[in-house]
């Protein structure tokens, strides 16, 4: 489960679309997957199958049909890893900017 | 229930580890900024969420209870206004061994105005248990996620 994965499974603006399509209606089926994208179903399988390996869908199954679901945490992680820690910076640099300004010392 | 989450992460741990950082009061507070759990999490008991302060978060019955497998909790938001009486909630964690990783899979089904406060959460909060456990080192609060604010109020 790496990184790699899934800057790579992003790298594809079918599988963005499959994802969106994820964050607009959670835990569809591949048929519903299917309507509306301009490939075959075993094209979106395929497409699928990458995001599911990268982590980016969750399966689950209702019965006898097989539900998709968006996973938001890899993009959480990498969130936290390429952008959290460069916005806390800039979070301290306004605390302790306040911080002097109102004449008190940094914490 | 009208809507459902899902989401995965793995952590690189065993089952019975993870299912104590799950139920451990102790051990949640680490990596959930404060916020802690309590049960003996039998089946049938009452289970709750409190801030670091001891107010209620959230209560519920332990619904099922198959450590260090199955966790599935009743869940009802004891502190929001807007969210108290929304209607039955249900969370539910999976843990399974896969090769040297342990899968969780944490299912929260809820009617869409809960889902909507908890789904910023859980991403935060599973990125930060599983870099507590990884590491010994929590993720720093996000400062955004419902807890946070009300741990600042």
Redesign the interface.
């Known amino acids: 489960?790496s990184m790699d994965a899934v800057f790579k499974a992003l790298a594809d603006p079918a599988r963005r679309r499959l994802l969106d399509r994820l964050y607009a209606k959670?835990?569809q089926t591949l048929g519903s997957l299917c309507d509306g994208m301009a490939m075959s179903r075993q094209a979106v399988t395929k497409h699928l199958a990458l995001l599911e390996e990268a982590?980016l869908i969750?399966v689950?199954w209702q019965g006898r049909e097989k539900l998709h679901?968006l996973?938001?945490?890899p993009?959480?992680?990498i969130a936290?890893r390429w952008i959290?820690k460069y916005e806390?910076h800039r979070v301290q640099a306004l605390a302790d900017l306040k911080n002097r300004l109102e004449g008190k010392d940094s914490p | 229930m009208s809507d459902r989450f899902v989401y995965v992460t793995y952590i690189s741990t065993t089952p019975e580890k993870l299912w104590q950082a799950l139920t451990d009061a102790a051990f949640t507070r680490e990596y959930w900024w404060g916020m802690f759990l309590e049960s003996d999490w039998k089946q049938g008991s009452r289970w709750a969420m409190k801030f670091a302060d001891g107010r209620l978060n959230t209560t519920g019955e332990v619904l099922e209870s198959d450590p260090p497998r199955r966790l599935v909790l009743d869940w009802h938001n004891e502190y929001s206004p807007e969210l108290i009486g929304d209607g039955p909630s249900r969370a539910s964690f999976d843990i399974e061994q896969i090769g040297e990783m342990v899968k969780l899979t944490v299912t929260h089904e809820a009617q869409p105005k809960l889902l909507e406060s908890v789904s910023g959460g859980w991403p935060k909060v599973l990125a930060s248990l599983k870099s507590y456990i990884e590491t010994g080192k929590p993720l720093p609060n996000p400062g955004n996620c419902a807890a946070a604010r009300e741990q600042a109020a």
Do not use: K, L, T, Y
């Open positions: 489960m959670n835990g982590n969750a689950q679901f996973n938001p945490v993009i959480n992680e936290e959290g806390r």
